[in-house]
């Protein structure tokens, strides 16, 4: 994990230098710019991007928010997780989610809850590897077509 130096990101700058990372795990993100100001929104109701740095470079993401719900109590839920795939089997997944999980527990946090795609087999042996267990299914439906 020396290799990868984690930091918040809180200016558009950092966000935009996230995006192609980010675009890997959401390719229906438009481009840095919407990105951005995506993310701006979001934040204003909590969320927040780790980056994980290669030199100058983003080599992952972890997106996250604090909430609270009548199920988990108050919890740690991670929106996005990503590394590039360079930076996959180099500790930088793991690492990324050791420093969310003990943001986590820094905030009081009874739980740590991500969901993964049902076809995502080495993303849930990765999170298996990482203590998470499956405990449910996630259900949704769209509600009207995006652009």
Same mark, same amino acid.
């Not at 795990?25 to 109701?45: G, I, K, M, S, Y």
């Not at 849930?124 to 077509?145: E, K, N, T």
């Given at each position: %994990?020396?290799?990868?130096? #984690?930091?918040?990101i809180?200016s558009?700058?950092?966000?935009? +230098?996230c995006?192609?990372v %980010?675009?890997?795990?959401?390719?229906h #993100?438009a481009? =840095?710019a /919407?990105?951005?100001a995506?993310v701006r929104?979001?934040? =204003?109701?909590? *969320?927040r991007?780790?980056?994980?740095?290669q030199?100058?470079? !983003?080599?992952?993401l972890?997106g996250y928010?604090?909430?609270?719900n009548?199920i988990y109590?108050r919890f740690?839920y !991670?929106?996005?997780?990503v +590394?590039? +795939?360079e =930076?996959?089997?180099?500790? #930088?997944g +793991? =690492?990324?989610?050791? /420093? !969310?999980?003990?943001e986590?527990?820094?905030?009081?946090?009874?739980?740590?809850? #991500?969901d993964?795609?049902?076809?995502n /087999?080495l993303?849930q042996?990765? *999170?298996?590897r990482?203590?998470?267990?499956a !405990?449910?299914?996630?259900f949704?439906?769209?509600?009207?077509?995006? /652009?």
């Amino acid at each position: %994990m020396s290799q990868f130096q #984690l930091r918040l990101i809180d200016s558009d700058e950092d966000c935009q +230098a996230c995006f192609s990372v %980010m675009h890997e795990l959401r390719p229906h #993100l438009a481009d =840095a710019a /919407a990105f951005a100001a995506q993310v701006r929104r979001q934040a =204003a109701q909590g *969320y927040r991007l780790l980056a994980g740095w290669q030199g100058d470079q !983003v080599k992952g993401l972890a997106g996250y928010r604090i909430q609270e719900n009548l199920i988990y109590g108050r919890f740690l839920y !991670v929106d996005d997780l990503v +590394a590039t +795939a360079e =930076a996959r089997r180099c500790g #930088l997944g +793991a =690492a990324l989610i050791d /420093a !969310v999980r003990e943001e986590a527990r820094q905030q009081g946090c009874a739980n740590f809850v #991500l969901d993964t795609g049902l076809a995502n /087999a080495l993303g849930q042996r990765f *999170y298996f590897r990482q203590g998470l267990l499956a !405990v449910g299914m996630h259900f949704r439906q769209a509600l009207q077509a995006t /652009a």
